[in-house]
Nanobody, 116 residues
């Protein structure tokens, strides 16, 4: 059974930092690209960042330079380090695992709220 479990969300003040984790089980983690997406109330889910199985990364324009995605294949875990957080970063953050020609997997999400 495949599971992606996000953790690390919470309430943080503007300008603060948070680190999200996504622990994966039931998949060959090192073969999957791992992504972070987010969905704010009333908005569509959007890509935040993705890291390929080989380690290359890509970011949304809104997060580039503030967020860093990484992975630890030995721990089957992907991370999202978020810095200089803004109120507009408030959303539910979802972990995604995908591999060519296979259906993607999603976690249940973790809430991030940026507010003073």
């Amino acid at each position: 059974q495949v599971q992606l479990v996000e953790s690390g969300g919470g309430l943080v003040q503007p300008g603060g930092s948070l680190k999200l984790s996504c622990a994966a089980s039931g998949i060959g983690f090192s073969n999957y690209a791992m992504g972070w997406y987010r969905q704010a109330p009333g908005k569509q889910r959007e890509l935040v960042a993705v890291i390929a199985s080989g380690g290359s990364t890509n970011y949304a324009d809104s997060t580039r330079g503030r967020f860093t995605i990484s992975r630890d294949n030995a721990k089957n875990t992907a991370y999202l380090q978020m810095s200089s957080l803004k109120p507009e970063d408030t959303a539910v953050y979802y972990c995604n695992a995908r591999r060519e020609n296979r259906s993607p997997y999603w976690g249940r999400g973790t809430q991030v709220t940026v507010s003073s």
